[in-house]
């Protein structure tokens, strides 16, 4: 079977727990996602191999 290569970025959300607002939780849940994201994991879900490319910038 051929594979899949998505190209793209990883987003992350923080959320604090229940309905609790940033500044009332002393912790945070976290959860990753983004469309290409998404694509790979519901395509290897499915048995399809899968790759997901990114790149991070140089920030400095």
Known sequence: MKKVVTFGEIMLRLSAPGYQRF???TNLNATFGGGEANVAVS???YGIPTDFVTRLPKND
Do not use: D, K, V, W
């Open 43 to 45: 395509l290897s879900n």
């Open 23 to 25: 500044i009332q939780s």
